[in-house]
């Protein structure tokens, strides 16, 4: 992979120094491309990172392993892993109904075309998960945008998550065009492009584009710098018809921009695709609720539950059989948890709103608010049918009271009547809660020690494994130690509520180690009752050995030998083609 000369410079340069090289490179490209328009149209994005963290990871990785992984990132993964609800359907039954959906819309048509498979679907073929169906896409294609420098195409600029979400399958939908060519009418063939960030004047990257945007094809004399013309090189995902006149994208609040008929990656859409039957999930997401191995009957808890995927994974592995907590700090989240509980039609999953940081609650602080779990009290989980406004109103002095007692220290004759009736009914409906569907989740003040057999943390975290990335210079070696700082206080916190001879597993969606190898070692080393245990199945790769110093003098430690081959870290480059992952499996021995 050709690596950004912006980022091939020694670590401790500063990002001064990248910006001008930036620039130097933008007129490098224009000129270029005005020999060569050919190598504009294309789909080549190079992956740009903080020259410290590239630094990093060319330690972790070396540099050539790297630089692959940089290169897999900014494509998606060429199949779609679909997860069968097997509490109401089989595989085979489901295969049998995408193939009729395919076979019946476009996008499927051009599946079957795009290299001569007799279909585009098959069943995993790792023991175990047999319920797994692969759909299988295709690219990167090349695509004839008819361009040329006398008559470039007219373009649609969109944002770089909207691209993201394209090359995924995803159509062009209103909120993620930012920016058009003049004269577009509805029915126009149009170039679908990627407005990237770019770094500014005092070391931050944005897009400093206004929506609504007029882009140029062709740089002219009085302008030959104009703004997103360069940086529009390589980041073509496709061709379209809009649907909406130019005018029409920038007026109304949602609705699809481009049918996005010709791309570079095909991937089909499973948007209410078989909902309830199906579940759309990346692979070593699957393999992680494999590796927790729940049985009938247990009590698990999944500490940040949403949107709910592994959750329900669980729970069809233990046959709807059991109790799975599953917990999020975010109410509209933990609706969501919900909403897909009930699509699946599964009964064992309770949800609650807990902060993972708090999910602990030490028994000096139990109350008569815990209720009873399978006859056992586990701590305060609240079904959300069961708290009223009412009963939240009557439980002492309101959210709202707490609010106006912080703002306004100085007494309550600065907050308005409209103010307050304001924060009663926030209150009422809950922080954030306006933006739900309804419903109600349930609040958890944690779970005493040694609560559960097994446990979840898929922990949040940088997100450096998600597959297509296009942009990745927000992140500092900074700021992947403290990713790595704010999970082992999550781990903390789930390494008490794991019984003794329990399960703990650990999980991220991240290729920084920092985050993975070192946050295990620090649960070994403070744990001596943790031990690291076999995953089945077992198809990822090896974990990192070693330790990595850093030019300030911070040593972080990684595996010791041994111990690789009991985690499974997903290269994103790997043939497994998926994205970044981790996981690690725990054993809980006495805890005295």
Same mark, same amino acid.
């Given at each position: 992979m050709k690596k950004a000369r912006v980022l091939l410079k020694p670590s401790l340069l500063h990002r001064a120094t990248t910006i001008s090289s930036s620039a130097s490179q933008s007129?490098?490209?224009?000129?270029?491309?005005?020999?060569?328009?050919? @190598?504009?149209?294309?789909?080549?994005?190079?992956l740009r990172w903080d020259p410290q963290v590239e630094d990093y990871f060319n330690k972790a990785y070396g540099p050539d392993h790297f630089a692959q992984i940089s290169k897999a990132l900014t494509r998606p993964s060429s199949y779609s892993c679909i997860r069968v609800n097997t509490v109401k359907t089989t595989s085979d039954a489901v295969i049998e109904k995408l193939t009729k959906i395919l076979n019946e819309s476009d996008d499927g048509l051009k599946l079957l075309q795009s290299d001569g498979r007799s279909s585009p679907i098959s069943k995993c073929q790792i023991p175990g998960l047999e319920y797994v169906v692969f759909v299988h896409g295709s690219g990167p294609h090349r695509i004839e945008y008819g361009s040329g420098l006398e008559s470039p195409p007219k373009e649609v600029l969109v944002s770089r998550k909207c691209a993201e979400a394209v090359l995924r399958g995803a159509q062009v939908y209103v909120p993620g065009v930012l920016a058009c060519t003049a004269h577009v009418e509805k029915g126009d063939a149009v170039a679908?492009? &990627?407005?990237?960030?770019? =770094?500014?004047?005092? !070391?931050?990257?944005?897009?400093?584009m206004t929506r609504g945007t007029t882009l140029q094809g062709l740089p002219s004399g009085k302008n030959p710098n104009h703004p997103f013309y360069c940086e529009?090189? !390589?980041?073509? +995902?496709?061709? /379209?018809?809009?649907?909406? @006149?130019?005018?029409?994208? $920038?007026?109304?609040?949602? /609705?699809?921009?481009?049918d996005l008929s010709n791309r570079v990656f095909r991937l089909p859409s499973f948007h209410n695709v078989l909902e309830g039957e199906i579940f759309l999930q990346n692979l070593p997401s699957i393999v992680a609720a494999h590796a927790l191995d729940p049985q009938k009957g247990e009590r698990i808890l999944d500490m940040c539950a949403a949107p709910g995927g592994k959750t329900t994974a669980i729970a069809i592995l233990m046959n709807d059989e059991g109790v799975i907590v599953a917990a999020d700090r975010s109410h509209n989240k933990v609706l969501d948890v919900q909403k897909l509980s009930a699509e699946m039609g599964l009964s064992c999953i309770t949800t609650c709103k807990l902060d993972a940081l708090k999910s602990v609650r030490l028994p000096n602080a139990l109350s008569d608010s815990t209720t009873l779990v399978n006859g056992d009290n586990i701590g305060s989980?609240?079904?959300?049918?069961?708290?009223?406004?009412?009963?939240?109103?009557? @439980?002492?002095?309101s959210e709202a009271e707490e609010n106006a007692s912080t703002e306004h220290p100085s007494g309550g004759d600065n907050v308005s009547q409209a103010? +307050?009736?304001? *924060?009663?009914?926030?209150?009422?409906?809950?922080?954030?809660?306006?933006?739900?569907? /309804?419903?109600?989740?349930?609040?958890?003040?944690?779970?005493?020690? *040694?609560?559960?057999?097994?446990?979840?943390? #898929?922990?949040?975290? @940088?997100?450096?494994?998600?597959?297509?990335?296009?942009?990745?210079?927000?992140?500092?070696? +900074?700021?992947?130690?403290?990713h790595g700082r704010y999970q082992r206080k999550m781990l903390d916190q789930a390494v008490q509520l794991v019984?003794?001879?329990g399960i703990l597993v650990y999980s991220t969606c991240t290729i920084n180690p920092s985050e993975n190898e070192a946050v295990v070692r620090y649960a070994l080393d403070k744990y001596k009752f943790l031990s690291l245990? =076999?995953?089945?199945?077992? +198809?990822? !790769?090896?974990?990192?050995?070693?330790?990595?110093?850093? =030019?300030?003098?911070?040593?972080?430690?990684?595996?010791?030998?041994?111990?690789?081959?009991? &985690?499974?870290?997903? #290269? =994103?480059?790997?043939?497994? #083609?998926?994205?970044? $992952?981790?996981i690690a499996k725990f054993s809980v021995g006495p805890k005295d």
């Open positions: 007129r490098s490209l224009s000129r270029q491309m005005e020999t060569n328009p050919s @190598s504009r149209y294309c789909y080549d994005p190079v679908v492009c &990627v407005a990237m960030e770019q =770094p500014g004047d005092e !070391g931050d990257w944005s897009v400093n529009r090189s !390589g980041l073509y +995902i496709g061709m /379209g018809t809009t649907m909406l @006149s130019r005018a029409g994208m $920038f007026r109304v609040p949602h /609705g699809i921009a481009v989980v609240t079904n959300h049918s069961e708290l009223s406004s009412n009963e939240e109103m009557a @439980s002492g002095r103010e +307050i009736r304001n *924060n009663k009914g926030r209150l009422k409906n809950g922080r954030g809660r306006t933006q739900s569907q /309804g419903g109600r989740a349930g609040k958890s003040q944690g779970f005493p020690p *040694n609560s559960f057999d097994r446990v979840l943390l #898929d922990a949040p975290c @940088s997100a450096l494994g998600l597959r297509p990335r296009l942009f990745a210079g927000l992140e500092t070696v +900074i700021s992947l130690r403290n019984r003794v001879g245990a =076999p995953q089945h199945p077992r +198809i990822g !790769g090896p974990g990192l050995v070693g330790r990595c110093e850093f =030019p300030d003098g911070y040593v972080e430690e990684w595996l010791k030998p041994g111990e690789e081959e009991m &985690v499974q870290k997903f #290269d =994103p480059s790997s043939e497994l #083609d998926t994205i970044g $992952f981790f």
